[in-house]
């Protein structure tokens, strides 16, 4: 599954790289599958045969002058090569003029042609960083996800547990929502994951009693996130008498998204729980986690030495 071409002509990214449309407007509907550019160089010599067929073509000074330059003879054994190609879209930077030859095969070929006053370095890293998140694997999941202190976490759980509500309470402490109800996530190159909200709920919270709040009109810019990164897991579960809760801290467990483990904590939830400055705390933990500090280990660790000095003064 790829990124059509067509999506190079939504004013937003158009706008942004600059682009305008020149010809081979019915080959909108060929698809990018890779985030590599090509720009081919010494490929239009013919002295290389490596033209990567499923990727972008730029041309830069150094193309257009080099095509500009040559005699008809020549510049059809030129073309020869792209004639043979996918190529999915070509884009001559600089507010360069396309030679004739080249927009004659475009047009012959519907492949897309684009013109653009940046320069070959700024085009192929705008495009790069788009076209890997576009084709970034990702999935939905159920939850909410909030930064707090800059730390994303994910927080998941049974439906009516208070996930809403819990994000809500933390947002009233300053902290930010990214995500309510679905979850966008995408991993990044290398291993990375980042979690953003679905366009038709971004900004919104369902609160049961209220209904469906906007959290920037009610708190301002500052309460909410377009896109984090995810650093750690945090479950919901009912509290249960029963069941097998981690009071140490010794353990490290974590979850796979992905294929990217992340750090995973199960918080029981029970009446007059503040679920909301748990998460709080876990996201501070996890700061000093990152910085080195381990506080369930260094207390292990202390309560070993203890121990040992306790049984040498019994010899």
């Not at 190529?87 to 030679?99: D, K, S």
């Not at 897991?233 to 509290?239: G, L, P, Q, S």
């Not at 029963?242 to 199960?266: A, C, H, S, W």
């Not at 506080?295 to 292990?300: I, M, T, V």
């Amino acid at each position: 599954m790829g990124v059509p071409v067509k999506e190079f002509t939504e004013p937003e990214l158009a706008e942004r790289l600059g682009l305008e449309l020149i010809e081979g407007k019915k080959g909108l509907g060929r698809e990018v599958t890779t985030s590599r550019i090509q720009k081919p160089g010494l490929l239009l010599t013919g002295l290389l045969e490596e033209l990567h067929s499923d990727r972008v073509q730029i041309f830069g000074a150094a193309e257009i002058g080099y095509l500009l330059s040559l005699k008809k003879e020549k510049l059809e054994r030129t073309f020869a090569l792209l004639e043979k190609s996918s190529i999915p879209a070509i884009i001559v930077t600089r507010r360069l003029n396309a030679p004739d030859a080249l927009i004659a095969l475009c047009r012959q070929r519907d492949i897309p042609l684009f013109k653009t006053r940046l320069t070959s370095s700024i085009v192929i890293d705008l495009i790069t960083k788009f076209l890997e998140e576009a084709l970034a694997p990702s999935v939905m999941l159920h939850g909410v996800f909030v930064d707090v202190l800059g730390v994303g976490i994910l927080i998941t759980g049974k439906s009516g547990i208070g996930k809403s509500e819990c994000a809500l309470d933390l947002v009233s402490r300053g902290y930010r929502l990214v995500s309510d109800d679905v979850v966008v996530v995408k991993k990044m190159p290398p291993a990375i994951l980042f979690g953003t909200a679905s366009d038709i709920i971004r900004y919104h919270m369902e609160i049961r009693g209220l209904g469906i709040v906007n959290i920037k009109d009610l708190f301002g810019i500052t309460a909410i996130r377009e896109k984090k990164q995810m650093d750690i897991v945090v479950e919901m579960v009912k509290w249960d008498s029963e069941g097998e809760y981690d009071r140490l801290g010794f353990e490290e467990n974590t979850q796979e998204i992905l294929g990217v483990k992340l750090p995973y904590m199960k918080i029981p939830v029970s009446s007059g729980r503040s679920v909301a400055t748990i998460v709080e705390v876990a996201a501070r933990n996890q700061i000093l986690k990152i910085m080195g500090h381990h506080s369930a280990k260094n207390f292990e660790a202390d309560l070993a030495a203890s121990m040992k000095k306790g049984a040498r003064k019994r010899k």
